[in-house]
């Protein structure tokens, strides 16, 4: 009983703390498993979602292995985003290259984070090329592959300022952008373009801000 | 709704790689702009679009303003096409109604029928009428649906009642984009957009090109509202 209250009384200092700070940073929410990408992270916890969370949207999307999942069940821990798709030859891999490369940072500095891709060719993108792709690619337990309906991409790429559009030839022009969404659903930053540099100024804002 | 059927239509804005001609596949469109009425029945089923209750992420402060309150329309006729509305409740009405929002090759395909052809953008006459409708003043009460004549699908109000929403009103606007054709954005400005532009005669569709360019997704205005469409299975 006396564990239960104390929980209790966690819960709502959260929900304060979430109240005075709309773009609560994801410091507050450090989940205590210390050993993302090699083992599981943590369930979601499913707090209630601030007024600038993305997780509103709630329209179900599928995962690579092919389960409905909503957006709100990626609340937890901060998650890095970005919209691609699997064909793209041209400035995806460099994407998942910096990508990647936080990746290396997230792991040498213990941080839980998922990296989640969503992809801007839903119908090409099945739940099974998804998957066959976080094969090929070798991405980690960290990494979750999304695809929905055209209209609910077009809703992500409106609130991460992701512009789009498919080319006669069957590829998808579009913004080269990667998001932070704190463990709400917050967008807390964005790196704009690639390379490097970027990545990294990416990597130590996540790390950073949890310190 | 009514059937539409397949076409292609002249782009007005094109990319390098894209042809001149843009085909649209047959679909079923809505005859008039959603009105007050049937957005307030959305909205009183869905409370999160109240409002009230809206997230200011998803909808401006003017959002449904012209109401007199949550629930209720006060002056706002039942027959009026909704305005004050942002893309993602456009968005979120058409899902409700198991409907979307035409995409903007779809619709400029429909805003190019006369009353007598599926494509009037070579009647001078039609493109005179459209012009002369977009750029009606705007200060007056807005009309209602339901009064003006129909186009040669039997969809009303294309031109001169509201401004609509799209699907993909901002796919045009790529910027810092993965493709190197971020000429594209700066065709959609006045000076350089004349370079880039196929059809000079239509100076209506300009208009609508530039004033979509301006949105942003969150904004409600109180001349724009939309329609919905919906896809037809593809032929077997």
Not at chain 1, 125 to 150: H, Q, T, Y
Request: aromatic share 8%; charged share 20%.
């Amino acid at each position: 009983m006396t564990r239960l209250l104390v929980l209790l009384l966690v819960l709502c200092v959260g929900c304060a703390d979430e109240m005075h700070d709309e773009n609560a940073h994801a410091g507050h929410d450090k989940p205590a498993n210390e050993h993302a990408g090699h083992t599981t992270i943590p369930p979601p916890v499913e707090p209630a979602l601030g007024a600038m969370s993305l997780y509103q949207l709630d329209t179900p999307w599928t995962d690579h292995t092919g389960s409905e999942r909503s957006l709100a069940s990626l609340a937890g821990v901060p998650v890095l985003v970005a919209m691609t798709y699997t064909s793209c030859q041209v400035s995806c891999p460099v994407i998942l290259a910096d990508l990647k490369r936080i990746e290396t940072r997230l792991n040498q500095a213990d941080f839980a984070a998922r990296i989640v891709l969503l992809s801007l060719d839903p119908e090409r993108d099945s739940p099974e090329v998804l998957s066959a792709f976080l094969e090929d690619k070798n991405l980690s337990e960290r990494w979750i592959l999304l695809r929905a309906p055209d209209d609910q991409v077009r809703e992500m790429a409106a609130l991460l300022g992701v512009s789009y559009r498919r080319t006669p030839d069957g590829e998808v022009s579009h913004s080269n952008i990667i998001s932070v969404l704190d463990a709400g659903g917050n967008l807390v930053y964005q790196q704009l373009g690639l390379g490097a540099g970027k990545s990294d100024e990416t990597a130590l804002f996540l790390v950073n801000d949890e310190q | 709704m009514v059937k539409v059927e397949g076409g292609t239509y002249g782009a007005l804005y094109r990319a390098p790689d894209e042809p001149s001609r843009i085909s649209v596949d047959a679909f079923l469109m809505a005859v008039d702009p959603v009105t007050n009425q049937q957005f307030l029945d959305f909205v009183m089923e869905n409370p999160k679009w109240r409002r009230s209750n809206v997230s200011p992420l998803f909808a401006s402060e003017a959002y449904l303003h012209h109401w007199a309150s949550d629930s209720t329309l006060g002056v706002a006729h039942p027959e009026q096409p909704v305005t004050n509305v942002s893309w993602f409740a456009a968005q979120a009405y058409a899902r409700w109604a198991d409907a979307r929002l035409p995409t903007v090759a779809e619709w400029e395909y429909v805003a190019g029928a006369s009353s007598t052809s599926a494509d009037g953008r070579s009647d001078p006459e039609f493109l005179a009428g459209v012009l002369s409708a977009t750029n009606a003043p705007g200060g007056g009460p807005l009309g209602l649906t339901g009064n003006s004549p129909a186009n040669y699908w039997g969809i009303r109000d294309m031109h001169g009642l509201v401004w609509e929403w799209t699907s993909d009103f901002n796919s045009a606007l790529v910027t810092g984009e993965s493709r190197g054709d971020s000429g594209l954005d700066r065709k959609l400005f006045c000076g350089a957009g004349v370079i880039g532009a196929s059809d000079f005669t239509d100076y209506a569709a300009f208009l609508r090109f530039s004033y979509r360019g301006g949105l942003s997704a969150s904004y409600a205005g109180s001349r724009l509202g939309f329609r919905i469409a919906r896809s037809l299975p593809p032929p077997s």
